[in-house]
């Protein structure tokens, strides 16, 4: 599953103030002799000490999630189903094939959540007897005629109705995320919304709508045979084979599964979609999307032959399975979920053709892609050992990048993800593998994922890439069609490398933590280095970590590298570097997952930025020099070199910078014709966009041809800068007007947003008709964004009634289901917050929120507001 993370400061800015009051709490050893009959204070002290370990050591064994115990072994599952839409009910008949897994047994227990159970039974040599059963809504325990051994396979029907929206914990904020099957417009009220049947099964979420044992270490083969409407299509895991009209204007399709899959992976979508058909090597593969963007997906996933190619290369090992759709679907409630064949994907990747070419979906699409293998093929025992699928999947992203972008990108999206854990760590350190946690949703997080990701390039570094790949190949090929813990991993590696890795994997997987190093250099014999290694965590807590370790040396043109193991909280390196280095590097490529502390001057950085081959060592050192040393830096040839760099983020920040440092206009004029340059034709649009935007603060009018003329280039991104360069000159009042006619429908935010901002500025009254239909045409991140806008527009342009604006606001506030976007609705109110019941509104809408994180940001914007009230 691909979850979208959203950091602290992606809501509007606000730091870590949330978790400053959290402590941490240690117990602390206790240390004596408690035999000793002690009548005195410290004696009972000691005792209630005792009670209290104790205590801690018997929740300890009740937070202990083992991996689901099998008593049973399901085979295989066929399942009739059909829809109501009315009552968003599922009408099933399901029949699973099973055998005790080693034990005699007389009862069968299965999860089946929310459902009406009308008739079980079992079939048994040829005989049909029906069963009697308990249910407790969550659990369905069938109790069968006689004890059934090993040997034994068994058949049992089940027909029952299955109401997804039916149970969940009231009031809890997950309940959205846990009905596993989901309608979506099914009375079809909202016109601008398909009709859309999905499922999204992890983690136990797949027996809301069939019964099956829903665990990750049990794996069946299946035969779907699912009815809809014959104006929809139907898609499901393994391959469709065969299609029935039925008399009622349905239509059943038979899908069938004939590999072993775990029921988390089982999947439905049913609705109107267009199918974009592609392949490789044979295997077919599909994108469905709405049928408006079918254009958009030919781009969007213009890249899943060369991945599916590409990882199979990669691990000596085809694609798994007979094929692979991938289908976008509206409301989704995670990123992406990488159902067995099936991959389904959240709206933001219905792009139209001109969106997709500024795509930057690749990450994701690899990330699921890469699950076939690590997740499907092979699965985690528990959700303990999740990382097992997602620290596989998140490394995918920086594989993928790596191959097709180069090293540089890969390595960027790389130190993203280490900021991300890290802005984790400040709040919660845990083990990555954990057996000790409340609920399973709590294991997706960044330690799972970010964490897992990083750890991965670690051992692949540690390793080399050829027993590392390889020792995946082997763990993929011993544990095909099975589930796996931590262990399998280790053994299959240590058995390919030759090498012991249970340190490694101790104090990376199964500890918490992270190194703080402090490296410090003395230079005083230039051709001996002497360089001084700190682990500075709180060793208490943390383990001091065995790193080994890469010195980058440059040396009379040359680059070397040299290897190093530390293994001690306090250590030092002779180099032995020799004579005629110019530049000695710590972890050049930030491969150690590390906070590090380095104090580096002006001129190390500058050495760095004009040797590194690393352009994120580049990137770090031109950061650096553009801020801490901004005064001191030789402008014009660092800059001059930054805008001609073969890595775009390199460019993006030079440009970015150039005109917030104190260079004379005669240095810039310098540069001047480069950034031209560079904002018509830069291969990167991000980078275009970035020129557009220098070149506004350098000089805008006389640019304004420029502009006008880029507001047509095909993307969107180099579109939006130019508009919005071009309406922040002053004049051209009628070409203003005449864009803002032409531009007036275009339903991406990039060029929305400035027409709003033009809205707002000239304070147009007028407008206010298209901020309200544009407020009710974006979604997701597009209407984040665009909120502010809208707030500004109704709160700043005089004669714009406030009453519907305060309305749509508060609606959105309330009611949207995206937690991120009320939180910009519910900010955007206080533009208003001195109008008659605005202030009462954002209370009320504040008591009601139930997302814990949301209403402790709404707290601190409201709190001045009731400070003397
Ligand atoms: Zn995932």
């Not at 999307?289 to 254009?295: D, G, M, S």
């Not at 950085?605 to 990137?619: C, H, I, P, T």
């Not at 003329?709 to 939006?720: D, H, M």
């Not at 289901?817 to 509104?841: K, T, W």
Request: glycine share 6%; aromatic share 12%.
């Amino acid at each position: 599953m691909q979850f979208i993370f959203r950091s602290s400061a992606y809501f509007l800015g606000i730091c870590l103030f949330l978790f400053a009051c959290k402590t941490v709490s240690t117990t602390s050893e206790t240390v004596g002799n408690n035999r000793e009959v002690a009548v005195d204070t410290s004696g009972l002290a000691l005792s209630s000490n005792r009670k209290e370990l104790i205590r801690d050591k018997e929740a300890k064994i009740r937070e202990y999630r083992p991996s689901r115990e099998r008593d049973f072994d399901l085979l295989h599952t066929e399942l009739k189903v059909r829809f109501d839409y009315s009552s968003q009910s599922v009408i099933g008949e399901a029949v699973l094939t099973l055998k005790p897994l080693i034990y005699p047994q007389d009862e069968l227990v299965l999860d089946a959540k929310d459902f009406d159970v009308h008739r079980t039974s079992l079939h048994l040599e040829g005989k049909s007897i029906p069963l009697s059963y308990k249910y407790d809504q969550e659990k369905l325990t069938l109790f069968l005629p006689e004890k059934v051994e090993r040997h034994d396979t068994l058949k049992v029907n089940i027909d029952y109705t299955a109401f997804p929206e039916r149970g969940g914990k009231a009031g809890s904020v997950a309940i959205t995320d846990t009905k596993g099957l989901y309608f979506i417009n099914p009375d079809g009220a909202d016109k601008d919304k398909p009709v859309q049947i999905w499922t999204q099964g992890e983690t136990e979420h797949n027996s809301k709508w069939y019964p099956t044992i829903d665990s990750p270490n049990e794996r069946q083969t299946n035969d779907f045979y699912l009815t809809v409407p014959d104006q929809y299509i139907s898609l499901s895991n393994g391959t469709k084979v065969s299609s029935k009209n039925n008399a009622d204007g349905t239509r059943t399709d038979h899908w069938q599964m004939s590999l072993p899959h775990a029921p988390y992976l089982s999947a439905m979508v049913v609705g109107e979609f267009a199918a974009v058909e592609d392949s490789i090597d044979g295997l077919v593969l599909r994108y469905f999307v709405e049928p408006k963007y079918e254009r958009g997906a030919e781009k969007v996933f213009e890249n899943t032959p060369e991945m599916v190619r590409f990882f199979s290369a990669l691990l000596d090992m085809p694609f798994p399975w007979p094929k692979y759709d991938q289908v976008v679907v509206r409301d989704f409630v995670s990123g992406a979920m990488e159902n067995t064949t099936l991959s389904i994907f959240m709206e933001e990747l219905n792009l139209n053709e001109r969106e997709a070419l500024d795509s930057e979906w690749d990450y994701i699409i690899a990330h699921e892609l890469f699950h076939q293998w690590f997740g499907n093929y092979v699965t985690t025992e528990s959700w303990a050992n999740l990382a097992l699928n997602e620290a596989f999947a998140d490394y995918s992203e920086y594989l993928w990048l790596e191959h097709h972008k180069g090293r540089d990108e890969a390595d960027m999206h790389h130190f993203n993800a280490i900021e991300q854990y890290m802005d984790e760590a400040e709040e919660k350190q845990v083990d990555m593998i954990r057996y000790y946690h409340e609920d399973s949703e709590d294991m997706f997080d960044n330690h799972t994922y970010a964490k897992g990701g990083r750890v991965l390039h670690m051992l692949r570094k540690l390793l080399g890439d050829e027993a590392f790949f390889e020792g995946l190949h082997t763990y993929l090929k011993e544990n095909a069609f099975s589930s796996v813990e931590v262990h399998h991993l280790r053994l299959a590696l240590e058995k390919v490398s030759g090498k012991d890795l249970n340190w490694f994997f101790n104090q990376w997987m199964l500890s918490s933590g992270h190194p703080q190093l402090k490296v410090s250099w003395d230079y005083s014999q230039p051709d001996n280095i002497l360089l001084t290694l700190e682990q500075l965590q709180d060793v208490s807590r943390f383990p001091v970590f065995k790193i080994p370790f890469t010195i980058s040396v440059y040396k009379e043109g040359q680059r070397f590298e040299q290897s190093y193991t530390m293994d001690q909280a306090f250590q030092q390196f002779a180099l032995e570097n020799g004579p005629g280095t110019n530049l000695v590097l710590f972890d050049e490529y930030s491969e150690i997952l590390t906070k590090r502390e380095e104090a580096r001057g002006a001129q190390l950085m500058e050495k760095q930025f004009d040797w590194s081959e690393s352009g994120l060592a580049r990137v770090e050192a031109l950061d650096s020099l553009t801020s801490n040393f901004s005064e001191t830096i030789d402008f014009l040839p660092t800059m001059g070199r930054a805008l001609e760099d073969s890595f775009y983020v390199v460019r993006e920040l030079a440009l970015h910078r150039l005109n917030r440092l104190n260079a004379s206009e005669e240095q810039i004029r310098q540069l001047e014709a480069r950034v031209l340059e560079m904002a018509e034709k830069d291969v990167n649009s991000t980078v275009r966009s970035a020129a557009i935007e220098a070149l506004a603060g350098i000089g805008g009018a006389k640019y304004a041809p420029l502009f006008y003329r880029l507001i047509n280039a095909p993307s969107y991104q180099v579109s939006g800068a130019a508009l919005t360069a071009y309406l922040d000159i002053e004049g051209n009042d009628s070409d203003k007007k005449e864009l803002f006619e032409r531009l007036k429908s275009e339903d991406n935010i990039r060029i929305i947003a400035p027409l709003a901002d033009y809205l707002t500025i000239e304070k147009i009254a007028e407008g206010r008709a298209w901020m309200q239909e544009k407020l009710g045409l974006l979604k997701g991140e597009s209407l984040y964004y665009f909120l502010g806008y809208y707030g500004d527009f109704f709160a700043s342009v005089e004669g714009v009634p406030t009453a519907e604006a305060i309305s749509s606001l508060g609606g959105i506030a309330s009611d949207h289901r995206l937690n991120y976007v009320r939180l910009a609705a519910f900010q955007s109110l206080f533009g208003f917050i001195d109008d008659p019941g605005v202030l009462e509104l954002v209370k009320s809408i504040q008591s009601e929120e139930k997302d814990e994180m949301i209403r402790e940001y709404q707290d601190y914007y409201l709190s001045p507001y009731l400070e003397g009230r």
